[in-house]
C-alpha cells in the first residue's frame, strides 16, 4: 500500500483594503473570473465589498443597496470613472454571468455562484493528480 504524503494547504494571507480585487487576481485562472478585464475587476470588487458590508440584510434588500444609483456613483467615483462607464461594466458583469440581470431598470443581483468569501488567511489544498 502506498503512503500518501500529507498535504498542507497553500495559505495566502490577504491584508491589503483591496481584499477582493487581490481575491479576483489569485482567482484568474479559472472562469468566470479569468475573462473579467481590469476595469471589470475593479467594478465587481467593489460590488462583491458592499455585498459583505450589507450581509446582515435579505437577498433582495442587499442586492438593491449593492446596485442601488447611489452606491454605483460611489464605485464610479472611488475608481475615477464616468456614471455611464460603471453601467456599461455592470452590463458587461451581466453577459460574463457574475451578476445577474432582472426585469426593470436597475434590478441585479451578484451571482451567488462566484461570489468569493471573505477569509484571511485564504487557504488552497492543492493534490496531485496522476493522469
Same mark, same amino acid.
Given at each position: 500500500?502506498? $503512503?500518501?504524503?500529507?498535504?498542507?494547504? %497553500?495559505?495566502?494571507?490577504?491584508?491589503?483594503?483591496?481584499?477582493? !480585487? @487581490?481575491? %479576483?487576481?489569485?482567482?484568474?485562472?479559472?472562469?468566470?473570473?479569468?475573462? %473579467? !478585464?481590469?476595469? $471589470?475587476?475593479?467594478?465587481?470588487?467593489?460590488?462583491?465589498?458592499?455585498?459583505? $458590508?450589507?450581509?446582515? +440584510?435579505?437577498?433582495?434588500? !442587499?442586492? $438593491?443597496?449593492?446596485?442601488?444609483?447611489?452606491? !454605483?456613483?460611489?464605485?464610479?467615483?472611488? +475608481?475615477?470613472?464616468? @456614471?455611464?462607464?460603471?453601467?456599461?461594466?455592470?452590463?458587461? +458583469?451581466?453577459?460574463?454571468?457574475?451578476?445577474?440581470?432582472?426585469?426593470?431598470?436597475?434590478?441585479n443581483e451578484l451571482n451567488e455562484r462566484?461570489?468569493?468569501?471573505?477569509?484571511?488567511? %485564504?487557504?488552497?489544498?492543492?493534490?496531485?493528480?496522476?493522469?
Amino acid at each position: 500500500m502506498e $503512503q500518501q504524503d500529507k498535504i498542507n494547504p %497553500l495559505t495566502i494571507p490577504i491584508t491589503t483594503k483591496n481584499y477582493f !480585487r @487581490d481575491i %479576483l487576481d489569485i482567482l484568474d485562472f479559472i472562469e468566470p473570473y479569468k475573462s %473579467l !478585464r481590469s476595469r $471589470q475587476k475593479d467594478v465587481y470588487a467593489e460590488l462583491i465589498k458592499k455585498h459583505h $458590508q450589507y450581509k446582515s +440584510l435579505d437577498k433582495d434588500e !442587499r442586492s $438593491q443597496l449593492v446596485f442601488c444609483t447611489k452606491s !454605483r456613483k460611489d464605485i464610479a467615483k472611488k +475608481l475615477d470613472i464616468s @456614471d455611464n462607464v460603471i453601467y456599461n461594466i455592470i452590463a458587461e +458583469l451581466t453577459k460574463l454571468g457574475v451578476v445577474i440581470g432582472k426585469e426593470g431598470y436597475g434590478e441585479n443581483e451578484l451571482n451567488e455562484r462566484f461570489i468569493p468569501p471573505k477569509v484571511n488567511p %485564504l487557504s488552497f489544498n492543492i493534490t496531485e493528480v496522476i493522469v
